[in-house]
């Protein structure tokens, strides 16, 4: 009954990639929820990376990941993915997904904003390391 399961985390070596995947209940359309990717590693922040809004597609990208990842949607299967290339040591963190009704959980120009993102999946691991 998990409203967000997110997927596609595992080892990799420096400079690999990886694409995770963020399957959404079907409930939560992706035609009115925006969707966010944060990363935590232990003792850190929780860092918002990027996200995409429900009513343009438009998409932010933190400076620490900005032209290494891509994120994109494919709203028939209600599923969002974050394709990462060029992956660093310093990218090694649980990556979680969540989603929010609000227009204000992700504009596309600013980072996503944690207070209007409601529903949160329990994370899928990414650990690059040679």
């Known amino acids: 009954q998990a409203q967000i399961a997110e997927s596609g985390g595992g080892l990799v070596q420096p400079g690999g990639s990886l694409r995770l995947s963020c399957a959404v209940a079907?409930?939560?359309?992706?035609?009115?929820?925006?969707v966010a990717w944060f990363r935590q590693a232990p003792g850190k922040e929780r860092e918002g990376i990027s996200c995409?809004?429900?009513?343009?597609?438009?998409?932010y990208y933190a400076d620490s990941v900005k032209g290494r990842i891509t994120i994109s949607r494919d709203n028939a299967k209600n599923t969002v993915y974050l394709q990462m290339n060029s992956l660093k040591s310093e990218d090694t963190a649980v990556y979680y997904c969540a989603a929010g009704r609000s227009p204000r959980s992700c504009t596309g120009s600013s980072a996503p904003n944690i207070r209007y993102l409601e529903v949160w999946g329990q994370g899928t691991l990414v650990t690059v390391s040679a």
């Open positions: 079907s409930g939560l359309s992706l035609d009115y929820y925006g």
């Open positions: 995409i809004s429900a009513s343009d597609g438009s998409a």
